[in-house]
Nanobody, 125 residues
Framework: QVQLVESGGGSVQAGGSLRLSCAAS????????MGWFRQAPGKPREGVAA????????YYGDSVKGRFIISQDKAKNTVYLQMHSLKPEDTAMYYC??????????????????WGQGTQVPVSS
């Protein structure tokens, strides 16, 4: 089992920046890939960003490319999502997730077994 706890959410104005953190604990060696997902009211959950543990090549959803950056601190067992140039359409609950297997689809929900409780990010215009 892997436990994930997100933090860093909060209200922000359009054009602003915010950094989310995801602290992992438990059997973290079973995590192969870490991802960030988001879900806005009435919309399906979508993949935002993902990175393999110890890897250097991140993956981003089209709607956040060039604005969001995913990174990891292995010593702290923490994954970050730095968000810049936020837009009202970025408003959502943001979730951290861990996948136990290497995947060719790092932005697909079904590849992930472990999920955090989420942190809310409202972006006002």
């Amino acid at each position: 089992q892997v436990q994930l706890v997100e933090s860093g959410g909060g209200s922000v104005q359009a054009g602003g920046s915010l950094r989310l953190s995801c602290a992992a604990s438990g059997n973290i060696l079973s995590a192969n890939c870490m991802g960030w997902f988001r879900q806005a009211p009435g919309k399906p959950r979508e993949g935002v960003a993902a990175i393999y543990i110890g890897g250097s090549n991140p993956y981003y959803g089209d709607s956040v490319k060039g604005r969001f950056i995913i990174s990891q601190d292995k010593a702290k067992n923490t994954v970050y999502l730095q968000m810049h140039s936020l837009k009202p359409e970025d408003t959502a609950m943001y979730y951290c997730a861990a996948a136990p297997r290497r995947t060719y689809y790092p932005l697909k929900m079904g590849e992930y077994d472990y999920w955090g409780q989420g942190t809310q990010v409202p972006v006002s215009s």
